[in-house]
């Protein structure tokens, strides 16, 4: 990984999709930022499409479509995206609606084993908003529990036969082989006749843990928190570059640099 300030003004000015991860990315100790919020508004002002790509819920997201300045918004790892689109909101699922429930169902029963198992953990608190898959709390709102245990926690769900990735808080669980990419690729097809090698010089990914492995492996101009120093992830699957800040503080640093290649005020 590159420091972050050792990316050209050029390839930053050639930027046309913001795309971003969002619990510490756009956020810090768990609060979004005014100054994030408006950089995201902003960057649209000046023809950038905003598309966050997140492990939190559909409800959440319905929200945020709803009312965070975005283009859409990607949800729970790869399951769905939300799209605003005539004062309405348009939603296109990876699987149909009997897959989810049946799925979600398998997860319950799944996530309730695990938690019993390691002490410390909980069900995550926005799982009552979750419509494909199940979030296991280890950081959150429980007393941060070792990255060790969090990964333990995922190899126990992939040998209950579920596709498992650690975020900063949670350990996300789901059926099925999609991710993070797959709908993102999903989106640009279905939404703008794209594919990614068609925007993959135009495109800037955000993140900060191995949940974004997947954007960060497909764009070379990725950026990665400092704190995604802390996964001992593959050498493949590291951001290309990395901020000197965490969360919200890093993400400003990527968000002043866009706006001063175009020279726009932040």
Same mark, same amino acid.
């Given at each position: 990984?590159?420091?972050?300030?050792?990316?050209?003004?050029?390839? /930053? !000015?050639?930027?046309?999709?913001?795309? #971003?991860?969002?619990?510490?990315?756009?956020?810090?100790?768990?609060? /979004?930022?005014?100054?994030?919020? +408006?950089?995201?508004?902003?960057?649209?002002?000046?023809?950038?499409?905003?598309?966050?790509?997140?492990?939190?819920?559909?409800?959440?997201?319905?929200?945020?479509?709803?009312?965070?300045?975005?283009? +859409?918004?990607?949800?729970?790892?790869?399951?769905?995206?939300?799209k605003p689109q005539n004062g309405q909101?348009?939603? $296109?699922?990876?699987?149909?609606?009997?897959?989810?429930?049946?799925?979600?169902?398998?997860?319950?029963?799944? !996530?309730? #084993?695990?938690?019993?198992? &390691?002490?410390?953990? +909980?069900? !995550?608190?926005?799982?009552?908003?979750?419509?494909?898959?199940?979030?296991?709390?280890?950081?959150?709102?429980?007393?941060?529990?070792?990255?060790?245990?969090?990964?333990?926690?995922?190899?126990?769900?992939?040998?209950?036969?579920?596709?498992? =990735?650690?975020?900063?808080?949670? $350990?996300?669980a789901w059926i099925g082989s999609y991710? =993070? /990419?797959?709908? %993102?690729?999903?989106?640009?097809?279905?939404?703008?006749?794209?594919?990614?090698?068609?925007?993959?010089?135009?495109?800037?990914?955000?993140?900060?843990?191995?949940?974004? +492995?997947?954007? &960060?492996? @497909?764009? %070379?101009?990725?950026?990665?928190?400092?704190?995604?120093?802390?996964?001992?992830?593959?050498?493949?699957?590291?951001?290309? &570059?990395?901020?000197?800040?965490?969360? !919200?503080?890093?993400?400003?640093?990527?968000? @002043?640099?866009?706006?001063?290649?175009r020279k726009k005020p932040v």
């Amino acid at each position: 990984m590159k420091p972050f300030a050792e990316c050209s003004s050029k390839t /930053l !000015a050639n930027v046309s999709f913001l795309v #971003s991860d969002i619990d510490d990315t756009l956020t810090l100790d768990g609060v /979004l930022p005014a100054q994030v919020y +408006a950089s995201l508004e902003a960057m649209r002002k000046i023809g950038i499409r905003v598309i966050l790509i997140t492990g939190r819920p559909a409800g959440w997201c319905d929200m945020i479509a709803r009312f965070w300045p975005i283009d +859409a918004v990607v949800g729970e790892n790869g399951s769905f995206y939300f799209k605003p689109q005539n004062g309405q909101i348009k939603r $296109v699922w990876m699987d149909d609606a009997p897959t989810r429930q049946a799925n979600l169902h398998r997860l319950q029963h799944m !996530a309730d #084993s695990i938690v019993g198992e &390691f002490a410390g953990t +909980a069900l !995550a608190e926005d799982n009552p908003w979750r419509a494909t898959d199940i979030a296991v709390d280890f950081a959150e709102d429980v007393p941060p529990l070792s990255l060790r245990i969090a990964g333990q926690i995922r190899d126990r769900f992939a040998a209950l036969g579920a596709t498992a =990735k650690v975020s900063s808080i949670h $350990v996300n669980a789901w059926i099925g082989s999609y991710d =993070k /990419l797959s709908m %993102f690729e999903k989106l640009l097809a279905d939404e703008y006749v794209l594919t990614v090698d068609d925007v993959v010089q135009q495109t800037l990914y955000t993140g900060d843990s191995p949940n974004d +492995a997947p954007m &960060f492996r @497909r764009f %070379f101009l990725s950026v990665g928190m400092h704190s995604v120093r802390q996964y001992n992830m593959p050498a493949a699957d590291l951001p290309g &570059f990395v901020t000197e800040e965490n969360g !919200a503080d890093g993400f400003m640093q990527v968000a @002043r640099r866009i706006f001063a290649s175009r020279k726009k005020p932040v």
